[in-house]
C-alpha cells in the first residue's frame, strides 16, 4: 500500500493502519486506482481474447500453410490454396497512399483552424468536419464510385500520358485502383486527424505563442516552429489513430478497389485489401480451411497494423530525440 | 355478487384463451441464400396471414452461412443457391444424426451484361467466346470468336475488361459452373465455387457493384442476375444453348432449362446448366430450402410440410410476378413425394 501514490498529505497516524486505510479510501484514491486500473484491464482483456480466438481458430489453416501463408500469392478457394501477400500488399499501398494525402492536408487544415482562422469560421468548420466522420463508410464508398471515380476518369488518363513512363502510373486505368481506394481513405481519416489535431493546438498555451512573438518572430514563425513543436505528440497521437482507421477500412474499400488479388507495381491497377476479402469472402465460405484461412487473414492483419504502427511511433521518437522545444 | 364472479370468471377464461393463442404460436427459424430472399419474404408473409399461428423468421446471411447454421442445429431450415456437396452432407449426417433434404424452390439465372463504345446491339455469345473472354485468352471485342456470330456488329479492336463478383454468392457458383461444363481448361484451372481465383476481371460488389463498373468502363463484360438485369432494364447478350440456339435469359426459358434435365436425381442435387432442351437456357440454377428429415417436435414438423406443399402450390404462382422462374410441373410433382421423407 506505501508504493500507492497519494495526492493527499497524510496526518500522523493515529488510529494505526487500518484508520490510515479508511481515510483513504475515504479520499477516493483507493477506489480511483482500482476503478481505473480494471477498465483498463477489460480493455487489455478483450484484445488478448480476441487475438487469442483468431490464433485459436486458425489452427488449421495455420498447419496447412505455415510462414508460407505470408508469402504467397494465390487464393484460390476452389482449390483449398491460400496466400496472404497480395491482400497485405494492397493494405500497406491504399494505407500508404492515405497517409501521404491524408496527414498534409490534415494537419494543415488543423493548423488553419486553429491558429489563423477567425474563431467563429474555426468552429464552424470544426463541426462540418466532424460530421464527415459520421458519414458511414458505405455512403463514402459510393460516393467514391458515382462521383470520384467518374471525375478520376477524366483526369487521371491525360495524366498518365505524360507520366507513363514511371511505373507506378502505368497501365490502364479503370476508375477502380489502388490509387483512389488511397483517395478515399484520405477522405475518410481527414477528420480524425483535423479535429484532433485542432483540439491539441488549441490546447497549447498562450504564453509560448506571446513569448515567441516578444522575441520578433512572425505569427507564421510563431505557428510553425513553436506551436505546432509543442503540439508534435497530439498530432502525432491523431496520425495513428488514422493509421489504424485506414488498414481497418472494409466496405468503402472494397468499393472501389477492383477486387483483384494480383501484386500490381502500378498504382493505378485493381488491388484488394485485408478487410476487404474478409468483408467479402466470409459469408459464403465453406469448409474449415477456407475459414480457417480468412480467419488467419485477420491475425495478419492484426499483426500488419502492429508492426506499422510500432514502426510509425519509432519514426516520431527519433524525431522528438532531434527535436528542440 | 354473483355478476362480479361471473366478471372475474370473464376475465380469467379470455386470459385463458390469449395464454392458449400464445402457446400455439409457432416460429419457424430460417437462414440461408441471399437471391430468393425477396420470394421467401413474400411467401413467408401470405403463409402467415392465411395461418397466423405460424410465423417465419428468415435471415438471409449467404447460402454459405445457411449450410453452417443447418449443420449446427440452429435454424429449423437453411436455404441455398448451391446443392450441399457429399463432404458437408456427410458432417451434417454426423452431426445431427438425420439426413438433409434438398427442396427447389424457383429458379434464377445469369446474363452476361457488356458496356462497348458505339454497339448498342444484343450480342451473341458462344460458350467458347464466354471462356475465353473469362480465361483471359480473348482479349479483343473484335476476336473472331466473339465477331464471328455477331455479323453485322462494328466490334471495336479494344481489350475487354472482364467484371465478376467480388464477395462470394450463389451467382458466381452458377456462371462459374457453367464454364466449367463448357470447358475443360476453366473445370481444371478454375473450377466452381461461389468465390474463385478470377484469371483476369476486377470485381464488383454484389449485383449493383458488378452492373455500376460494367457501366462506368468502356469495353467491359460482366455477369449479373437475370433479375437484377431485368428489374434495371438492362441489356444483356444471347447465349448459346446446348441445342445450338441463341437465347437471350427469359423466365420461360429458365424453367425450361429445369424441366429438360433427364434423369432428375431422387436427392433433386442437380445441375442445370447448359441442360439439353432447345428452349433451355443455359446459365440456370435452382435455389433450394435443406431440410432434416427428422423433425422431432410435431407441431414444427407439420408446420413445415404444410408450407413446402403450399410452397409448391400457391407459392408457385406468385413467383412469375417477382421475377422468378417457377418450377416446372414434372419437378413439382417429384418434389410433393420427396416430402413424405420428413419423419
Known sequence: ?325 | MTSRVHRVLAVLLAAGCASAALAQQLLINGAGATFPYPIYSKWFDEYHKKFPNISFNYQSIGSGGGIQQITAGTVDFGASDGPMNDKQIQEFKAKRGSDILHFPTVLGADVPVYNIRGVTAQLNFTPEALAGIFLGKITKWNDPAIAGPNPGVNLPNAPIVVVHRSEGSGTTYCWTDYLSKISKEWETKVGRGTSVNWPVGLGGKGNEGVSGQVKQVNNTLGYVELIYAVQNKMTYGKVKNAAGQFLAASLEGVTAAAGSVKDMPADFRVSITDAPGKAAYPISTFTWLLVPNKIADPARKKAIVDFLHWMLTTGQTMASALDYAPLPKTVVAKEEKAIAKIM
Open chain 1, 1 to 325: 500500500m506505501s508504493a500507492l501514490p497519494s495526492a493527499i498529505d497524510t496526518p500522523p497516524a493515529s488510529g494505526g493502519a487500518a484508520a490510515a486505510f479508511w481515510k483513504r479510501l475515504r479520499a477516493g484514491d483507493e477506489i480511483a486506482i482500482a476503478v481505473t486500473f480494471l477498465s483498463a484491464l477489460t480493455v487489455i482483456l478483450v484484445t488478448a481474447v480476441l487475438v487469442f480466438e483468431l490464433y485459436r481458430k486458425s489452427a488449421i489453416s495455420r498447419h496447412a500453410f505455415g510462414w508460407s501463408f505470408l508469402i504467397s500469392t494465390t487464393w484460390d478457394p476452389v482449390s483449398g490454396t491460400f496466400g496472404a501477400l497480395p491482400f497485405i500488399y494492397g493494405t500497406l499501398v491504399t494505407t500508404a497512399l492515405a497517409m501521404i494525402i491524408g496527414i498534409p492536408l490534415g494537419v494543415g487544415a488543423a493548423i488553419f483552424l486553429a491558429e489563423l482562422a477567425p474563431p467563429l469560421l474555426s468552429s464552424s468548420l470544426s463541426f462540418l468536419i466532424e460530421l464527415l466522420a459520421a458519414v458511414p463508410s458505405v455512403i463514402i464508398g459510393l460516393l467514391g464510385i458515382f462521383v470520384m471515380i467518374p471525375i478520376l476518369q477524366q483526369i487521371v488518363p491525360p495524366v498518365q500520358d505524360k507520366l507513363s513512363w514511371i511505373p507506378i502510373f502505368s497501365g490502364p486505368f479503370y476508375g477502380v485502383s489502388l490509387f483512389t481506394a488511397g483517395v478515399v481513405l484520405a477522405i475518410m481519416i481527414l477528420p480524425f486527424i483535423i479535429s484532433i489535431s485542432r483540439e491539441v493546438i488549441l490546447s497549447v498555451p498562450n504564453d509560448q505563442r506571446e513569448g515567441a512573438l516578444a522575441l520578433g518572430a512572425t505569427r507564421w514563425e510563431t505557428t510553425w516552429k513553436v506551436v505546432v513543436p509543442y503540439a508534435r505528440k497530439g498530432i502525432a497521437g491523431s496520425i495513428f489513430l488514422a493509421l489504424a482507421r485506414a488498414m481497418g477500412e472494409t466496405m468503402a474499400v472494397t468499393m472501389v478497389v477492383g477486387n483483384d488479388p494480383k501484386i500490381a507495381h502500378s498504382l493505378m491497377a485493381p488491388g484488394y485489401s485485408i478487410a476487404a476479402v474478409i468483408a467479402n469472402e466470409f459469408a459464403e465460405a465453406t469448409g474449415d480451411l477456407y475459414q480457417g484461412a480468412l480467419i488467419e487473414l485477420g491475425l495478419v492483419l492484426f499483426g500488419v497494423t502492429i508492426l506499422v504502427n510500432g514502426a510509425a511511433r519509432l519514426l516520431v521518437m527519433s524525431t522528438e530525440k532531434k527535436g528542440t522545444s
